[in-house]
């Protein structure tokens, strides 16, 4: 099993900027892709950033929604995902998930059932 715990979530203003972390714990090592996905009210989860838990393969996939705006990144070290949100909008809030599954391929799908473990989430508000 693995085990994801989010962080860094809160109430920015448009414009604003927050960087979530995801530390993995549990049964983890590098041979995990790890995502981000959001949920706000009356939608689907929806992927927004997806990376390689190692980190060489360099390839990362971010959805058009947060494409110039969103990086993703992670540590090593601290079994960590990053996803630093810059120029938010309100329509960036929602309900923050971080993800992982065993690696079969390039990290790159945004496919939400394609990721069996997943955290708790941390909720990101963005005001006008």
């Known amino acids: 099993q693995v085990q994801l715990v989010e962080s860094g979530g809160g109430s920015v203003q448009a414009g604003g900027s927050l960087r979530l972390s995801c530390a993995a714990s549990?049964?983890?090592?590098?041979?995990?892709?790890m995502g981000w996905f959001r949920q706000a009210p009356g939608k689907e989860r929806e992927g927004v950033a997806s990376?390689?838990?190692?980190?060489?393969?360099?390839?990362?996939s971010i959805a058009d929604s947060g494409k110039g705006r969103f990086t993703i990144s992670q540590d090593n070290a601290k079994n960590t995902v990053y996803l630093q949100m810059n120029s938010l909008k309100p329509g960036d809030t929602a309900m923050y998930y971080c993800?992982?599954?065993?690696?079969?391929?390039?990290?790159?799908?945004?496919?939400?059932?394609?990721?069996?473990?997943r955290g708790q989430g941390t909720q990101v508000t963005v005001s006008s």
């Open positions: 549990g049964n983890f090592d590098t041979t995990y892709c």
């Open positions: 993800a992982a599954t065993r690696k079969t391929g390039p990290c790159i799908s945004l496919y939400v059932p394609n990721y069996p473990y």
């Open positions: 990376i390689d838990s190692n980190g060489r393969d360099g390839r990362i």
